[in-house]
C-alpha cells in the first residue's frame, strides 16, 4: 500500500530542500553499503537497496519529484492513477553507478573487466626441457637450446597491416576492444561488457594484412640460444631466461624462457641434496687387513685408508666431495658403503686353505655373530 511506503526524502537521508546533486550523492553512497553483491545472504540489505533504488528513480526525475513533492506516494503510484510508475516500472538505469561499482564488477554489472587492447602487453613464457649429465649438474655447463618463440613482425613491425596501409580504429568499440549491453531486469538495467564481434577484441580492423604474418603482427621463428646452467642443480628444478620468450604486443616486455632440467642417471653415484652417494665392493681380506682404497668421486679418483676389521655394510665420508651449493656457498660431502663380496668359482686348494683359516678362528673373532647368539639363547 501506497500509505505504508516510507517517506522517500527520509529513505535517502536528505531534506525536502536537497539539491540534484546532493541526491544523488546520497543515493550512491547508500546504494553501495546496501548493493546485494556486496551483502550476500542479506536480506534486508536487499529490501533496503530496492526502497533506495525506488526512492532515487522518483526523486532524479524532475517530473515525478514534482508530483511526489505535491501529491506524496499517491502521485506517483499507478494504484492511486497517477500513472507515475513505481519502482517496478519500466526506465530505471544503473548507469549512474558504472564507475562506483567498475572495481567490484568490471565496468559495468555483470561484466568483467577487460585490458584495453591498444595497452602494452607482455609476451607469454615459454617452456621447454633439457637433459644433462650427473657431472653437469654438479659442475654447471653451457647449453645451446632451440626455442621456437613469437617475434614481432620484421614486414609490417607488428601492426598488422601491408605496406602502405593502417589499421582503422573499430567504429562499433572505438578502440576500446569491448561493447557493453544492457538488459531490463526487476531491480533495474543491468549492464555487461563482452568482446566487440566486429574486431574480435582488438580495438582496430585491417583491411589489407601484411603478407607475412597474415595480421597478427606476429611471426613463429627458431631460434637458438646459449642457456648457462648453474653448478648444483638438481633434477626437476627450472632456470629462467628473461626476455627469450614470446615478444610483447603494442610496445611490451617479452616473456622468458623457462627450461626444467632433467638429470640423466649415473652408473656409480647418486645424490641426495648436495651429498653424493655410492657402494663400493671389497674383498674379505681388504676387509680383515685393511687396505688402501681407489675410490671414484666426481672429481675423480682419490686415496681412502681402509681400516682392519671393517665390516660390510660400513659407510665412510669424503669431505668436500659432494655437489657444490647452488648459491656458491660450500660443496656437499661423498659417502661410500662398502660392501664385501664373497669370492665364489673357488677351486679345491683355495676351498681347503679357507678351512684351514677358519679352523683357526675363535668365537671372539666374531663378535657380531657372536652377541646374535648370545641374544637368542636369552
Known amino acids: 500500500m501506497a500509505e505504508q511506503k516510507r517517506d ?3 529513505v535517502l537521508g536528505v531534506g525536502r530542500s536537497a539539491s540534484d546533486a546532493e541526491i544523488k550523492k546520497a543515493y550512491r553512497k547508500l546504494a553501495k553499503e546496501n548493493h546485494p553483491d556486496l551483502n550476500p545472504g542479506d536480506k534486508a540489505a536487499e529490501t533496503r537497496f530496492k526502497e533506495i533504488n525506488e526512492a532515487y528513480e522518483i526523486l532524479s526525475d524532475p517530473e515525478k519529484k514534482s508530483r511526489y513533492d505535491q501529491y506524496g ?4 503510484d499507478p494504484n492511486f492513477g497517477a500513472g507515475g510508475g513505481g519502482y517496478g516500472g519500466a526506465g530505471f538505469d544503473f548507469g549512474d553507478l558504472g564507475d562506483l561499482f567498475g572495481s567490484f564488477f568490471g565496468g ?22 633439457i637433459a644433462i649429465t650427473f657431472e653437469e649438474a654438479a659442475f ?27 589499421p582503422e580504429v573499430c567504429p562499433e568499440c572505438h578502440g576500446t576492444g569491448s561493447v557493453q549491453t544492457r538488459r531490463q531486469t526487476p531491480m533495474g538495467v543491468f549492464a555487461s561488457t563482452s568482446p566487440c564481434s566486429k574486431c574480435g577484441g582488438t580495438g582496430k580492423i585491417i ?15 627458431r631460434r637458438t640460444i646459449e ?19 614470446d615478444a610483447g604486443r603494442n610496445g611490451g616486455p617479452s616473456g622468458d ?22 657402494e663400493a665392493p671389497i674383498t674379505f681380506a681388504q676387509a680383515v687387513m685393511g687396505a688402501e682404497l681407489e675410490i671414484p668421486t666426481i672429481d675423480g679418483k682419490v686415496k681412502y685408508d681402509l681400516p682392519e676389521g671393517t665390516q660390510s655394510g660400513t659407510t665412510f665420508r669424503l669431505k668436500g ?30 676351498k681347503e686353505a679357507l678351512k684351514k683359516f677358519a679352523d683357526t678362528l675363535g668365537e671372539n673373532n666374531y663378535e657380531q655373530r657372536r652377541n646374535f647368539f648370545k641374544k637368542f639363547k636369552k
Open 8 to 10: 522517500y526524502y527520509e
Open 73 to 76: 506516494h499517491a502521485g506517483v
Open 108 to 129: 559495468g554489472f555483470g561484466g568483467a573487466r577487460r585490458t584495453n587492447p591498444n595497452a602494452p602487453q607482455r609476451g607469454d613464457s615459454i617452456r621447454m626441457s
Open 140 to 166: 654447471g655447463c653451457q647449453k645451446a637450446v632451440t626455442a621456437e618463440r613469437m617475434e614481432s613482425c620484421p614486414t609490417c613491425h607488428g601492426n598488422g597491416c601491408a605496406e602502405g596501409s593502417t
Open 207 to 221: 583491411h589489407q594484412p601484411c603478407g607475412e604474418c597474415h595480421g597478427s603482427g606476429m611471426v613463429r621463428k
Open 227 to 245: 642457456a648457462a646452467i648453474p653448478a648444483g642443480i638438481d633434477n626437476g628444478q627450472t632456470i629462467s631466461i628473461r626476455g627469450q620468450g
Open 257 to 278: 624462457l623457462l627450461i626444467t632440467i632433467t638429470v640423466k642417471p649415473h652408473a656409480i653415484f647418486r645424490r641426495e641434496g648436495t651429498s653424493v652417494l655410492c
Open 321 to 350: 666431495k659432494g655437489i657444490p651449493s647452488l648459491n656458491g656457498r660450500g660443496r656437499g660431502d661423498q659417502y661410500v658403503t662398502v660392501y664385501i663380496e664373497t669370492p665364489r668359482n673357488l677351486n679345491r686348494e683355495q
